[in-house]
């Protein structure tokens, strides 16, 4: 009897030191996740991830030096693969992908990649800055060629695009390439004319309706942003992005660069970048 009386009231602390080590354990899950966001709002001693989204006409090799750059300054790096098929189905890709990560996170688009990432961020607590590199911060309801009118600005492209046909595209939807014999010229006018050969020569078609689908609910009205104009920009009218940039209220650069600034100045956009994030 004595023996079990005592089985039983070991038992019973057992199991009360059990329950206490759970409610410890759980409680300290939420106490971490605090911290973190703490450290961000008051000096961001912990440094968040950074994803960069490519445009249209290119792939994510294009971030290379830039990630380079930061990855020695040892941030996490995501060069995120943009499927180039629709504005909304893209953003809901990169949605997808950012709801993987944890912890914070600033959002860089190139030219239509800008788009993506407004389209995107929205709603997402994690988002806590936005960078545009010559890129797309459209508005609701917005499409991307009435973007390149904005601020009385004229951009070329659409007349040097070459269409082919994807499957399942029909008679609605074709593949859009820039037409190689002008691709230095509109989209890496201050590269080497050997290397944006090779790019032109590698290039990523889009899906040609992206340029007239409205754009979403933006996430930059809630979420920081930052913005890089490239002044020599014959893709984007630098006219269109500074007017983008200023509706936006984006902390602002202008540089003499083409439209693949974060190619012919990793580091500026690196520099960029490193600002929005808010650490040294």
């Given amino acids: 009897m004595n023996t079990q009386r005592f089985t039983e009231q070991n038992l019973r602390r057992v199991g009360a030191l059990c329950a206490l080590w759970s409610l410890l354990a759980v409680s300290a899950v939420p106490s971490q996740a605090v911290a973190s966001q703490d450290e ?23 971030w290379a030096d830039v990630s380079k750059r930061l990855q020695r300054q040892g941030y996490t790096v995501h060069a995120f693969a943009n499927p180039l098929r629709s504005i909304s189905g893209d953003a809901e890709h990169l949605r997808y992908f950012l709801g993987t990560l944890t912890g914070p996170i600033v959002l860089v688009g190139h030219s239509y990649g800008g788009a993506v990432i407004t389209n995107a961020a929205t709603g997402n607590p994690n988002v806590k800055a936005l960078v545009y590199i010559a890129a797309y911060a459209l508005d609701a309801g917005e499409t991307i060629s009435e973007a390149n009118t904005l601020g009385g600005g004229h ?41 944006a050969a090779v790019a032109a020569a590698s290039q990523r078609p889009a899906a040609v309706s992206i340029f007239n689908a409205p754009s979403g609910p933006p996430a930059w009205k809630t979420i920081p942003s930052w913005y890089l104009v490239a002044h020599d920009d014959n893709t984007i009218p630098p006219e269109a992005e500074r007017f983008m940039a200023r509706r936006a209220r984006s902390r602002t650069i202008e540089i003499r660069s083409s439209h693949v600034a974060m190619v012919s100045h990793p580091e500026v956009v690196t520099e960029l970048i490193v600002k929005a994030v808010g650490c040294r």
């Fill in 40 to 62: 961000w709002e008051t000096g961001c001693r912990g440094k968040p991830t950074i994803v960069l989204v490519h445009g249209a006409f290119a792939d994510a090799s294009g």
């Fill in 155 to 195: 951009s070329e492209l659409s007349e040097h695009l070459i269409l082919r046909p994807f499957p399942g595209g029909g008679t609605s939807d074709a593949d859009a390439y820039i037409d190689p014999a002008f691709f230095h010229e509109l989209f890496a006018g201050d590269l080497r004319a050997k290397d």
